[in-house]
């Protein structure tokens, strides 16, 4: 009788050990489990590590969780290397806050804070990272000698990333980093840095296709969303930006030989106080990139600096670009139904490259002002333009 009550007790034992670890239909690894400390003193980042390496470790017939619960987690840099992983479905729901140490130093000195590369199928859920800039922010406004500082969160060479509910505060650099990946999908994503914090892009897409961003609101030191070469299938709306310096294309064209961007929307945003509502921008040097295919529509300006720019004269102390011209090649870019204020006479500045002048370039119901006033439109090497509500000037002389 004992002996048999002893082996029920073992076969209900090793049942529940079974279940939970191998054959549970959703595995979860709590990082307190794995040494984390919600107290934001210690530092979490071997534990957020070993949470990953069982995450990634564990079989792929079912969705892995990493569980952050409330509370605030210091990090120094954390890269989670997916190539290895069996598990390609790994989502990460993060309730707490994850920090930057308070010594800029920490991270400041690596590109990445918090990076993942060669992964496919990452879900990150919720969660606040507060790269803990101001300070370092405060080192270079005084010109002391300090490091570049990290961007908070990158994916490189990743595939099927989804990152929802997710708040930026406060990066070093850029917020977060998209490059070389396929089929990302940002959504409800909040991002803050203080007007004033030098490079803290919002979003930074380069080398990838298929990024979609959608209802989200960034607000920062620099551009709101900005796309470097290779950049293709990007899709933009209901996204608030402001402050900062605007949705943008470039800069472009700095080598000879560079990837182009095309197919690009950007559909139903409100650029509010920033430097530039959607510019596209190339070194005056010569290049073979172009950008094509892109599509503005339904955008609001509220009291934007200069609300549509292109602008392939770009070329600070003009060094460097021995041919003053640029080599990219723009082509089929439409602003259908962009409208609001201007905080400038210029509303419209198309300035294209002589060597390679802009086709197909469609102005449909722009109605932009400033102080009550139609805005200005300012054009040069644009080869057609196909106008509708408001009448270029200079456009075709
Ligand atoms: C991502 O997709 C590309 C293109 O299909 C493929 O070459 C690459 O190996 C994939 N990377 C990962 C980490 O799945
Ligand atoms: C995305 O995931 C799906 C399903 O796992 C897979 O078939 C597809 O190849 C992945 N995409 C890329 C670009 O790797
Ligand atoms: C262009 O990008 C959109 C996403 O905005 C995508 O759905 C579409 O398939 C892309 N078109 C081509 C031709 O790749
Ligand atoms: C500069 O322009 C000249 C013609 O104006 C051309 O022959 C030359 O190849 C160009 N140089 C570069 C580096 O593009």
Not at 26 to 46: E, I
Not at 332 to 342: A, L, R
Request: aromatic letters at 6%; charged letters at 15%.
């Amino acid at each position: 009788m004992a002996i048999s009550r002893m082996f029920q007790i073992l076969v209900v034992t090793f049942l529940h050990y079974f279940s939970a670890s191998i054959l549970a239909a959703n595995p979860t690894y709590n990082v307190l489990s794995y040494g984390a400390k919600a107290d934001g003193k210690f530092d979490c980042a071997k534990a957020f590590q070993a949470a990953w390496g069982a995450a990634c470790a564990s079989a792929s017939a079912s969705p892995a969780t990493i569980y952050v619960p409330r509370g605030r987690y210091i990090l120094g840099n954390v890269h989670f290397d997916g190539s290895t992983c069996k598990n390609n479905a790994i989502i990460i729901q993060i309730d707490g806050i994850l920090s930057a140490p308070s010594n800029y130093n920490v991270i400041g000195n690596s590109v990445h804070w918090l990076m993942f590369k060669r992964i496919n199928g990452v879900s990150i859920r919720g969660g606040t990272l507060d790269g803990l800039g101001a300070n370092l922010c405060a080192c270079k406004a005084a010109g002391k000698k300090c490091p570049k500082g990290a961007t908070s969160l990158a994916f490189l060479n990743s595939n099927n990333t989804s990152i929802s509910g997710l708040t930026s505060i406060n990066s070093q650099m850029f917020h977060i980093v998209i490059h070389d990946c396929r089929d990302t999908k940002l959504q409800n994503i909040k991002i803050s840095t203080p007007d004033e914090s030098p490079n803290t892009d919002g979003i930074h897409i380069g080398l990838s296709s298929g990024v979609s961003v959608t209802n989200s609101r960034i607000a920062t030191g620099d551009d709101c969303i900005s796309m470097s070469p290779g950049t293709s299938n990007v899709f933009v709306q209901n996204v608030a930006c402001g402050p900062g310096h605007g949705i943008s294309i470039g800069s472009l064209g700095w080598v000879l030989n560079e990837a182009g961007v095309e197919n690009v929307t950007v559909k139903s945003c409100v650029l509010s106080g920033t430097q530039n509502g959607v510019r596209i921008k190339t070194w005056a040097r010569p290049s073979n990139g172009f950008v094509r295919i892109v599509h503005y529509e339904d955008l609001t300006m509220v009291n934007v600096k200069n609300p549509i720019v292109i602008d392939q004269n770009y070329c600070p102390n003009n060094k460097n670009c021995p041919n003053q011209s640029s080599g990219v090649k723009i082509s089929s870019v439409t602003y259908k139904d962009i409208h609001g204020t201007s905080a400038t006479e210029t509303g419209v500045s198309l300035k294209c490259s002589k060597a390679e002048p802009c086709t197909g370039i469609k102005l449909d119901k722009v109605m932009l002002n400033y102080k009550n006033q139609k805005v200005a439109t300012v054009c040069g090497n644009t080869v057609q333009i196909m106008d509708g509500v408001i009448k270029p000037l200079n456009c075709l002389s």
